[in-house]
């Protein structure tokens, strides 16, 4: 007979059974998963799962809100079961194998009618009433990019306004200093109104009514190569009417580059309001960061040849693109390999792993990422826009070219044609283009262009530009 129960006070799942003692019980989620301990002599036996976990050296934090499955050393373990049980930090349920980890809220205000209430609720908010700034970062799925960079700059220059993360769940690290808000909460929809300014880099979701005085800071989260908004392909007049709604709620708008502010301006009809040419707050740790201490916290050696593979997110599939082996790439480039699947896969799909193969699609700063990679592999990704900041080299996998500027999504330029890198098909061209002891010399006078038009701004100093923007219009004060 196998049981299981929550220890509350320990943050622990606890399985046990009869007979001989598992040899080792694990449980395995798509973006984490622990080992159990495992006690018990004689008929009976013990598993002590951890419902807490450390990911790259930082603090230890609830699991991922996800499907987990329970293994216990092939015991069958069909009669297992916890009804849903609220922790500090997480909820969970057990049913045999399965087990459910969900964010902290409270299942009432999950429902339909529980948003309804919590939505009313906030419209009717007097709201902007703090001297706040509520942050967001690719829906909540993480806390970094451009509104991260701007958090630790507004933490330094105006240590007195409150800073608030929007996150998934409670696994998410926010700065220091910062308050977490779980999507969907209260707390959440609270913040939302309360605070007087909003740093985003994605679309506002659910239901957004702007309050008397309450500013909205679009930093938007990369230099397009891909055609965006109201310049994808196909006449969709539902799309233009989100896409116009959308920008509408946006005071201002932030750009890397002329070149963004010229596509972004249009792309989201964004006419009449100011778009601030500041270089990316995100990049401004290219400049200054320290690569050794990135690859300490991945477990790196320092004379190891890192590549990094971040390739961007397709619109006709959910999870992240197959087109590498990574441990087979590991081994012919004698490298370790990176994988940073987009922030849109985080969900949708598992980790990779293998030999000399790290998954970091759940790192939280992909600015540190290009700092520790000494190559970048992407295809489509406004990643090239950041790497190039650093002047390593950067490689185009690129199999399904045709299919993706052609029908996916198009782009604005000729990518072949203006590339500080080769573009490959094929993981074998791919081989071989990073054994090539003539790439950056080859690549130079590309290179050199593709900076001088795009990364202009990128000099460590964006992050402090914005924040002395955003206290200069009185947006918060400090």
């Known amino acids: 007979m196998t049981t299981a129960r929550i220890d509350e006070s320990a943050q622990t799942l606890i399985v046990a059974g009869t007979g001989a003692k598992p040899a080792s019980a694990e449980l395995i989620g798509p973006r984490a998963r622990v080992s159990a301990r495992v006690t018990g002599r004689g008929a009976t036996w013990t598993a002590t799962f951890p419902l807490q976990a450390s990911r790259w ?52 205000y999950e429902t339909p009618e529980g948003q309804s209430t919590l939505e009313e609720r906030y419209v009717a908010q007097a709201g902007g009433t703090e001297n706040a700034v509520f942050f967001e970062s690719f829906y909540g799925r993480s806390v970094g990019c451009n509104p991260r960079a ?147 916290a991945l477990g790196i050696r320092d004379h190891e040849r890192v590549l990094l593979y971040a390739p961007t997110w397709r619109d006709d599939r959910a999870e992240m693109v197959d087109f590498v082996d990574a441990e087979d790439l590991a081994q012919a480039a004698d490298a370790v390999v990176l994988v940073r699947g987009h922030s849109r896969t985080i969900g949708t799909d598992r980790d990779r792993s293998g030999a000399r193969v790290i998954d970091v699609t759940g790192f939280p700063e992909t600015a540190q990422l290009l700092l520790a990679a000494d190559a970048l592999i992407t295809d489509y990704s406004s990643v090239m826009f950041d790497f190039s900041v650093t002047g390593k080299p950067m490689y185009f996998l690129v199999p399904d070219l045709d299919h993706y500027r052609g029908t996916l999504r198009g782009f604005y330029f000729d990518l072949a044609a203006r590339a500080p890198g080769p573009l490959v098909r094929t993981q074998e061209e791919l081989v071989a283009a990073l054994a090539d002891p003539h790439h950056e010399a080859a690549y130079a006078t590309r290179y050199a262009a593709w900076r001088a038009q795009f990364n202009g701004r990128d000099d460590g100093e964006a992050a402090q530009r914005v924040v002395e923007r955003i206290l200069d219009q009185g947006y918060v004060t400090a």
Do not use: C
């Open 150 to 296: 701007i958090d630790r700059a507004l933490a330094e220059r105006a240590p007195g306004v409150t800073r608030y993360w929007s996150v998934v769940d409670l696994s998410i690290a926010v700065p220091e200093g910062a308050v977490a808000v779980v999507e969907g909460s209260p707390e959440w929809w609270h913040a939302r109104g309360a605070a007087r300014l909003l740093v985003v880099n994605d679309w506002l979701r659910r239901r957004f009514a702007r309050k008397p005085g309450q500013k909205v800071l679009q930093t938007w989260h990369g230099t397009p190569l891909k055609r965006l908004a109201l310049h994808r392909p196909g006449f969709d007049p539902r799309r233009m009417a989100a896409v116009i709604k959308e920008s509408r709620r946006w005071d201002v708008l932030l750009a890397q580059n002329t070149y963004s502010e010229r596509i972004l301006r249009k792309a989201y009809a964004f006419f009449g309001r100011p778009i601030w040419v500041e270089g990316y707050p995100r990049n401004d740790a290219l400049i200054a960061g320290d690569a050794r201490a990135i690859r300490s």
């Open 57 to 108: 050296g930082g603090a230890s934090l609830p699991l991922p809100s996800g499907e987990y499955a329970l293994s216990v050393d092939g015991i069958a373990l069909d009669g297992v079961h916890v009804a849903t049980t609220m922790l500090p930090g997480l909820r969970v349920a057990v049913e045999g194998s399965a087990v459910t980890i969900a964010a902290p809220v409270d299942p009432v």
